[in-house]
């Protein structure tokens, strides 16, 4: 069974596979170059980092990837930073933008100005419907499977079908997507494509360091826990001490706060503890993850994964 094509504005990639936007600091230059050299869509994330520092991540990604390879970038639209640096990643010609955890009209709109995609991630029917409206090239549909912000309760497989019936455009599925069973069950439900994050944290070219990579192959069937942060959505993370310690109700003292989000709790503060994870202390910080974490076993280079998925794609039925 040969891979589908899958079609996104100017975009046809060899795999229709798009490396999941996972901040802060997980996915930069490193990992999105590495997946589109692969063959699949890499995806830079804008989250946490200044505009200057992601133009600096976008020109070197530029000048990893080798040929016709696409490099995109991802910002959460509930940061205060989020039109900083959606126009700075529109200003630099990257190949799309994409942003979940909201819609924001004004995406569209820079992006037929500057000529370039705009992507929704969304969890429902009538958001993919809204963001087709709005102009979205295509819709990445996330199920509650997926590791971060999380914007349903219902599984991937569940809410897949309702959103391939509710729009025309192409439709990419995330969350819980690991293997090239995985792939062929979503492209049969009539998915254009997948979005995998967790899989490519396991990576040698992820950027993120050796102890965060450790701490998903360490990872045992039920160690991650949803967990309520301070941007107002479930997240799904590794259990550590930091997850221990904000399961209850009471407010943790924050030593800075980094005025990142326009809508806060302030119990915490959600970016500095996934700054301290990026840092290298992963008990003392968030460590998103999605559920099927435990499944990966090894630390590969991203074009190992990619064609071991191509592989198992090619023998499912």
């Known amino acids: 069974m040969s891979l589908p094509q899958l079609k996104i504005g100017h975009m046809t990639p060899k795999v229709p596979i798009l490396q999941g936007g996972m901040g802060v ?5 490193g990992l999105a170059s590495a997946v589109a050299n692969a063959g699949g869509i890499g995806i830079i994330s804008g989250t946490g980092i200044s505009a200057d ?11 990893l990837v080798k040929g016709s390879g696409y490099i995109g970038v991802n910002v959460l639209f509930a940061m205060n930073d989020f039109a900083e640096n959606m126009k700075a990643a529109l200003q630099e010609k990257v190949d799309f933008i994409i942003s979940g955890a909201g819609i924001s009209r004004d995406m569209y709109a820079w992006g037929r100005e500057y000529g370039i995609p705009v992507i929704s991630i969304v969890s429902s029917a009538k958001l993919a419907r809204i963001s087709e409206r709005l102009g979205a090239a ?6 509650h499977e ?3 912000h999380l914007g349903t309760d219902r599984p ?6 309702e959103v391939v019936e509710a729009v025309n455009i192409p439709v990419i599925a995330a969350g ?3 293997t090239g069973h995985d792939l062929a069950k979503a492209i049969q439900m009539g998915a254009s494509g997948v979005q995998m994050g967790t899989r490519f944290v396991a990576s040698e070219e992820c950027d993120a360091p050796l102890s965060f990579k450790e701490k998903y192959v360490n990872a045992q069937v039920g160690d991650t826990v949803l967990v309520k942060t301070t941007v107002g959505l479930h997240g799904r993370a590794i259990k550590n001490k930091f997850t221990d310690l904000i399961s209850g109700t009471g407010k943790l003292k924050i030593e800075k706060c980094h005025d990142c989000l326009k809508n806060c709790s302030y119990r915490f503060c959600t970016l500095d503890s996934l700054l301290k994870s990026v840092g290298g202390d992963v008990e003392n ?6 559920s099927r974490v435990a499944e990966i076993k090894k630390i590969l280079p991203v074009r190992d994964i990619i064609n071991n998925i191509t592989a198992e794609y090619q023998t499912a039925q």
């Open 25 to 29: 600091g997980i996915s930069l230059s």
């Open 53 to 63: 520092e992601l133009r600096n991540q976008i020109r070197k990604a530029k000048e």
């Open 138 to 143: 295509a819709v990445v549909v996330e199920g």
């Open 146 to 148: 997926a590791g971060g």
């Open 156 to 161: 991937l497989f569940e809410i897949l079908p």
């Open 176 to 178: 819980g997507i690991l």
């Open 285 to 290: 910080g968030l460590v998103f993850a999605g």
